[in-house]
């Protein structure tokens, strides 16, 4: 069971948290004008964000009390892909550059068959288009867009399979956070959950971070001959 649910955030539900800068980069306070809503920040966020491609995503996954499942997702400006996921177990590392597709096993490196589709940034931002409309509050320097996933009558604005993901399982609890900071980049998301099966509750806590927005050096493919 709990396989299952870090299965189901990990490829139904966007998580995206970001820190564009270094630690010390200088934050703009956001002010909310009457005018906004959530639609309009995901709108202008398409807007300032449509030639943006790259960026590092940070995320971690944890159900209950277990050891949070870790992943790395790196896309350059030419869409090569890095993966990486610790499950505190192993390492699994994948790679897909120009067109080449190679997985870490063993500590060889080995073609693949595995297909990752990791969107790049924009496709991220306009994936959020289609969101019913939320609650929008601001956090000093970040708008705040929160959704009760449980009320989407449209699951497939998230994901294609969370509907059949949650007609599986008993769904207490589904929120999405999303932030956005003053250049309307998004730059954190947690999805938050509690999921019950045979008269047990789990719960869920997803979240992640993208660094290095439009700034990501070229993925090589290691050990390349």
Do not use: W
């Not at 190679?102 to 790049?120: H, I, P």
Request: with cysteine; net charge negative.
């Amino acid at each position: 069971m709990k396989k299952v649910l870090v299965s189901l955030l990990a490829s139904s539900v966007l998580l995206s948290a970001c820190n564009n800068n270094a630690e010390d980069a200088q934050k703009t306070e956001v002010k909310q004008e009457k005018s906004m809503t959530t639609e309009t920040i995901i709108n202008d966020s398409i807007d300032q964000n449509n030639d943006v491609l790259s960026y590092v995503e940070h995320g971690t996954l944890s159900i209950d009390d277990d050891e949070a499942l870790e992943f790395f997702v790196t896309m350059d400006n030419d869409e090569n892909v890095k993966f990486e996921v610790d499950n505190n177990k192993s390492v699994y590392t994948f790679y897909d550059v120009d067109g080449e597709k190679k997985e870490v096993q063993n500590g060889k490196l080995e073609d693949t068959d595995t297909e990752l589709n990791a969107l790049n940034y924009i496709e991220i931002i306009e994936s959020l288009k289609d969101l019913p409309e939320g609650e929008l509050t601001t956090e000093d320097d970040l708008y705040v867009l929160t959704y009760n996933i449980l009320e989407v009558e449209d699951l497939s604005a998230i994901s294609n399979n969370l509907s059949s993901y949650l007609e599986e399982y008993d769904t207490e609890e589904l929120s999405l956070i999303l932030k956005f900071n003053s250049d309307y980049q998004l730059v954190e998301a947690h999805v938050d959950g509690v999921f019950s099966e045979d008269d047990e509750s789990y719960n869920v806590q997803g979240d992640v971070n993208f660094n290095n927005i439009n700034n990501v050096d070229t993925i090589d493919m290691p050990n390349r001959e």
